[in-house]
């Protein structure tokens, strides 16, 4: 039922994420990319909030996640539904709790994030005005809005924005457009850049 | 009137169905029991659920997404919406005597999988839409009520002891097509089902384990 282009395109979602976290700040791209090389690996908390009309309140969920140069990644949602996703150059796992147990799914595609993964050195260097799968813009309120360049892209996103903390590498929130009244956002919290992180957590589900 | 002729030939279509396990009739009704009417399982009012749903498909393997559905038990509408774990909407469906679908994207862009998924939904959520045939009690003395559907199906409601129940839908030649397991329900709130269980049975059966997230009431 869920096939490989959805989850590729969530999952290149996170992806974009966890690189805008470790870029460092400046008024054009060039300053961007400039600032960006320097940053190595990136741990941050977040809040997500499901914003749709048709609800009485907001979905919330929250977790933390690891991003480690040049691939590695571990997405993992705490609450409610703790999940586990983690990437590397290699493979791409999902962990579901089912039944009280973190449980390793089996039925989805993830080979698209593959793809992805190639990229992501890419987006480390602050060149989002290259991304292939975006065009990017840079408003002089610290603001950058993505749009997707493909119209098939376009019907599960409508377009991103990323507001940038005062903080050099940090950001505040990511907004995820489905349309007007549909949107995600993404609250960061906590960020730490460059600090030592345990491979481990990319390779394993404890 | 009408009534008064349909009822018997309802009898008279219950008595035919062989294959249908026996319900035999509590005489002079169920005994007063406020809340546990015998087959009163279903949300009442205006709510918004979020479960997790576990898909066991028939090759083995399985996924899980989030599903949000927002209901009202006396319009009988529902709006339906399938998340990905990240929170991207695939399906935005919506029931209100007529399907509406506001986003579908592919795999789920099928006018089947629109019409599949809101069956579900109402069979999960709603009292069954047709005549109640018979109220009654299985052998085991479980009650349990029988509706027979326009189209000439059942829908067979089972309510347990244990407050767990079941749903069992037959089409017309009482063959079994879905069944529907809700467990013990949770510990607070309204008392909803902690997990419910969907499963099609047929040449395109597919398992679908629902755990309950929240359940929010809607303010009339």
Same mark, same amino acid.
């Given at each position: 039922?869920?096939?490989? #282009?959805?989850?590729?395109?969530?999952?290149?979602?996170?992806?974009?994420?966890?690189?805008? =976290?470790?870029?460092?700040?400046?008024?054009?791209?060039?300053?961007?990319?400039?600032?960006?090389? #320097?940053?190595?690996?990136?741990?941050?908390?977040?809040?997500?909030?499901?914003?749709?009309?048709? %609800?009485?309140?907001? %979905?919330?969920?929250?977790?933390?996640?690891?991003?480690?140069?040049?691939?590695?990644?571990?997405?993992?949602?705490?609450? &409610?539904?703790?999940?586990?996703?983690?990437?590397?150059?290699?493979?791409?796992?999902?962990?579901?709790?089912?039944?009280?147990?973190?449980?390793?799914?089996?039925? +989805?595609?993830?080979?698209?994030?593959?793809?992805?993964?190639?990229?992501?050195?890419?987006?480390?260097?602050?060149?989002?005005?290259?991304?292939?799968?975006?065009?990017?813009?840079?408003?002089?309120?610290?603001?950058?809005?993505?749009?997707?360049?493909?119209?098939?892209?376009?019907?599960?996103?409508?377009?991103?924005?990323?507001?940038?903390?005062?903080?050099?590498? +940090?950001?505040?929130? +990511?907004?995820?457009?489905? #349309?007007?009244?549909?949107?995600?956002?993404?609250?960061?919290?906590?960020?730490?850049?460059?600090?030592?992180?345990?491979?481990?957590?990319?390779?394993?589900?404890? | 009137?009408?009534?008064?002729? =349909?009822?018997?030939?309802?009898?008279?279509?219950?008595?035919?169905?062989?294959?249908?396990?026996?319900?035999?009739?509590?005489?002079? @009704?169920?005994?007063?029991? &406020?809340?546990?009417?015998?087959?009163? +399982?279903?949300?009442?009012?205006?709510?918004?659920?979020?479960?997790?749903?576990?898909?066991? =498909?028939?090759?083995?393997?399985?996924?899980?997404?989030?599903?949000?559905?927002?209901?009202?038990?006396?319009?009988?509408?529902?709006?339906?919406?399938?998340?990905?774990?990240?929170?991207?909407?695939?399906?935005?469906?919506?029931?209100?005597?007529?399907?509406?679908?506001?986003?579908? %994207? &592919?795999?789920?862009?099928?006018?089947?999988?629109? @019409?599949?998924?809101?069956?579900?939904?109402? =069979?999960?959520?709603?009292?069954?839409?047709?005549?109640?045939?018979?109220? #009654?009690?299985?052998?085991?003395?479980? &009650?349990?009520?029988?509706?027979?559907?326009?189209? @000439? $199906?059942?829908?067979?409601?089972?309510?347990?002891?244990?407050?767990?129940?079941?749903?069992?839908?037959?089409?017309?030649?009482?063959?079994?097509?879905?069944?529907?397991?809700?467990?013990?329900?949770? @510990?607070? $709130?309204?008392?909803?089902?902690?997990?419910?269980?969907?499963?099609?049975? $047929?040449?395109?059966?597919?398992?679908?384990?629902?755990?309950?997230?929240?359940?929010?009431?809607?303010?009339?």
């Amino acid at each position: 039922m869920q096939g490989s #282009g959805i989850g590729g395109a969530a999952r290149a979602v996170l992806l974009l994420v966890s690189a805008w =976290l470790s870029i460092g700040w400046g008024g054009s791209w060039e300053e961007l990319k400039s600032a960006a090389g #320097g940053v190595t690996s990136v741990r941050a908390e977040f809040v997500q909030e499901k914003h749709m009309k048709i %609800l009485a309140r907001p %979905l919330i969920s929250s977790g933390v996640f690891y991003y480690q140069a040049p691939a590695s990644l571990r997405w993992e949602y705490r609450s &409610p539904l703790r999940n586990v996703l983690l990437m590397d150059a290699e493979r791409t796992e999902r962990w579901v709790e089912t039944a009280g147990r973190l449980v390793k799914e089996s039925g +989805v595609n993830l080979q698209a994030m593959q793809m992805v993964l190639e990229q992501i050195s890419q987006w480390l260097d602050g060149r989002f005005d290259e991304n292939p799968m975006f065009s990017a813009r840079l408003d002089p309120d610290q603001v950058i809005v993505m749009a997707p360049r493909e119209p098939a892209f376009a019907k599960m996103i409508q377009r991103i924005e990323v507001r940038l903390s005062k903080r050099p590498g +940090v950001i505040d929130t +990511v907004t995820i457009y489905e #349309g007007e009244a549909s949107f995600t956002r993404l609250v960061f919290n906590n960020v730490t850049l460059n600090s030592p992180i345990d491979q481990a957590l990319f390779r394993q589900v404890p | 009137m009408i009534g008064r002729i =349909l009822i018997p030939v309802l009898m008279v279509l219950y008595a035919a169905c062989a294959r249908l396990p026996a319900i035999t009739p509590v005489t002079g @009704g169920f005994p007063p029991d &406020p809340g546990r009417a015998p087959c009163r +399982v279903f949300p009442e009012g205006e709510w918004q659920f979020l479960h997790s749903i576990k898909a066991e =498909l028939p090759d083995g393997g399985s996924f899980t997404s989030l599903g949000l559905t927002v209901l009202s038990s006396r319009n009988r509408t529902s709006r339906s919406v399938i998340l990905t774990i990240e929170g991207l909407v695939v399906f935005d469906g919506e029931y209100d005597r007529r399907l509406t679908v506001h986003r579908a %994207l &592919p795999p789920f862009d099928s006018p089947h999988f629109a @019409g599949g998924l809101m069956d579900d939904i109402r =069979l999960v959520f709603f009292e069954p839409e047709g005549l109640l045939a018979i109220a #009654g009690r299985f052998e085991n003395g479980t &009650p349990a009520c029988r509706y027979v559907e326009l189209d @000439g $199906g059942f829908v067979d409601v089972e309510r347990r002891a244990d407050w767990t129940w079941a749903v069992r839908r037959y089409d017309s030649a009482q063959r079994l097509t879905r069944t529907v397991t809700a467990g013990q329900p949770t @510990g607070t $709130g309204a008392g909803f089902p902690a997990t419910i269980e969907l499963e099609a049975h $047929g040449s395109r059966n597919y398992k679908l384990v629902m755990t309950l997230v929240e359940a929010v009431a809607i303010a009339p």
